[in-house]
T-cell receptor, first 117, second 114 residues
Framework: EAEVAQSPRYKITEKSQAVAFWCDPI?????LYWYRQILGQGPELLVQ????????DSQLPKDRFSAERLKGVDSTLKIQPAELGDSAMYLC???????????????FGNGTRLTVT | GNSVTQMEGPVTLSEEAFLTINCTYT??????LFWYVQYPGEGLQLLLK?????DKGSNKGFEATYRKETTSFHLEKGSVQVSDSAVYFC?????????????FGTGTRLTIIP
């Protein structure tokens, strides 16, 4: 079964440094999501793309976080500068094959675990 | 806004015991409801779903029924196995177009002892 690919799996960075995560969704999926999962909590949506357009970034801390999906395929999430409170698992998910049902399920990658020291 | 409340964990059971993990929700409209499972070191996997009231989702021996009158979607399994040890997340998805994001509960860690 096709998977959502994320890299790196683990990232350790010092506070005030820049860090970036990459996600390659399932081929043909139009909708891409970035979620943040703090240890012991459920995932929270940071940003949702429909093709290359942002449709929801209301919970994205825009002073330090940015996300792009320039060609409507893979996506990058960046944090600059990183803070201690950014330590979490960052999950990417995709859904909605083009021409498919709008309520098609989300498929998640294995995530990037970020530790800020 | 939408929210999901899950049974506090962790939950520890013996193999072959009966499992219930409670989930209630608050939402406008008619959301779809989901259970996701997260095994150690992995991402979330869809376990089951229900899209309208009285629907029952089922998979791998797990079941959950969409109860609109009690705004609940409790997860059940009749006989758990050690391999069911994982974190379980209840989630809802808004029915409004353009708002297809999932809203998750805090998760319930399940440990099954042989």
């Amino acid at each position: 079964e096709a998977e959502v690919a994320q890299s790196p799996r683990y990232k350790i960075t010092e506070k005030s440094q820049a860090v970036a995560f990459w996600c390659d969704p399932i081929s043909g999926h139009a909708t891409l999501y970035w979620y943040r999962q703090i240890l012991g909590q459920g995932p929270e949506l940071l940003v949702q793309f429909q093709d290359e357009s942002v449709v929801d970034d209301s919970q994205l801390p825009k002073d330090r976080f940015s996300a792009e999906r320039l060609k409507g395929v893979d996506s990058t999430l960046k944090i600059q500068p990183a803070e201690l409170g950014d330590s979490a698992m960052y999950l990417c998910a995709s859904s909605t094959p083009r021409g498919g049902a709008r309520d098609s399920p989300l498929h998640f990658g294995n995530g990037t675990r970020l530790t800020v020291t | 806004g939408n929210s999901v409340t899950q049974m506090e964990g962790p939950v520890t059971l013996s193999e072959e015991a009966f499992l219930t993990i409670n989930c209630t929700y608050t939402a406008t409209g008619y959301p779809s409801l989901f259970w996701y499972v997260q095994y150690p070191g992995e991402g979330l996997q869809l376990l089951l779903k229900a899209t309208k009231a009285d629907d029952k989702g089922s998979n791998k021996g797990f079941e959950a029924t969409y109860r609109k009158e009690t705004t609940s979607f409790h997860l059940e399994k009749g006989s758990v196995q050690v391999s069911d040890s994982a974190v379980y997340f209840c989630a809802l998805r808004d029915s409004n177009f353009g708002n297809e994001k999932l809203t998750f509960g805090t998760g319930t860690r399940l440990t099954i002892i042989p």
